[in-house]
T-cell receptor, first 115, second 113 residues
Framework: EAGVAQSPRYKIIEKRQSVAFWCNPI?????LYWYQQILGQGPKLLIQ????????DSQLPKDRFSAERLKGVDSTLKIQPAKLEDSAVYLC?????????????FGPGTRLTVL | AQSVTQLDSQVPVFEEAPVELRCNYS??????LFWYVQYPNQGLQLLLK??????LVESINGFEAEFNKSQTSFHLRKPSVHISDTAEYFC???????????FGTGTSLTVIP
């Protein structure tokens, strides 16, 4: 079974530029999560999708971050414009959904450096 | 909401020695508890989880954790560590009725030869 795929693995941009990350969850997984992991901290949930609907985006900085999962499969997370404090690893995770939503499967992450 | 506290940010231990990584949580409702491991340049992998039943849960590589409701703890232990156990370990909590997972700040375990 293929795992959660993310691209790119690394990205370096200058502040005020835009950047987009892509995530392809495990086939059949209804729930998709985007996390931000700042160095030395645990992952912080940015947004959670159930199929193509948003379940929780309370911690997403909506003035600069956006995410979509149009067909309920893969997802993109965008930052526009980026700030220095956005430097972090962005993790995507998926889970089956429903009563089996108690285990998340994580992708390798995208390490973003904002200069 | 729930929260997780991992008091030890770094734990160095000699190879074949025992180790305990501490995790305490806060919640007003019943929870599920998890330990994840993150090897360098990799994503998080589930190590073990407590959902219900026996309060002692084990992983396939010798780690175990015990859910202690009275002390709101879920400490991770291994009786004899290997070099390959060097990694970052995250404790996480999720309410039984909610959607969100809450992670601790992580403990960096370094096994010294």
């Amino acid at each position: 079974e293929a795992g959660v795929a993310q691209s790119p693995r690394y990205k370096i941009i200058e502040k005020r530029q835009s950047v987009a990350f892509w995530c392809n969850p495990i086939s059949g997984h209804a729930t998709l999560y985007w996390y931000q992991q700042i160095l030395g901290q645990g992952p912080k949930l940015l947004i959670q999708f159930q199929n193509n609907g948003v379940v929780d985006d309370s911690q997403l900085p909506k003035d600069r971050f956006s995410a979509e999962r149009l067909k309920g499969v893969d997802s993109t997370l965008k930052i526009q414009p980026a700030k220095l404090e956005d430097s972090a690893v962005y993790l995507c995770a998926s889970s089956p959904g429903g009563p089996f939503n108690n285990e998340q499967f994580f992708g390798p992450g995208t390490r973003l450096t904002v200069l | 909401a729930q929260s997780v506290t991992q008091l030890d940010s770094q734990v160095p231990v000699f190879e074949e020695a025992p180790v305990e990584l501490r995790c305490n949580y806060s919640s007003s409702v019943s929870v599920y508890l998890f330990w994840y491991v993150q090897y360098p340049n990799q994503g998080l992998q589930l190590l073990l989880k407590y959902l219900s039943g026996s309060t002692l849960v084990e992983s396939i590589n010798g780690f175990e954790a015990e859910f202690n409701k009275s002390q709101t703890s879920f400490h991770l232990r291994k009786p004899s560590v290997h070099i390959s156990d060097t990694a970052e370990y995250f404790c996480a909590v999720k309410s039984r009725t909610g959607n969100q997972f809450y992670f601790g700040t992580g403990t960096s375990l370094t096994v010294i030869p």
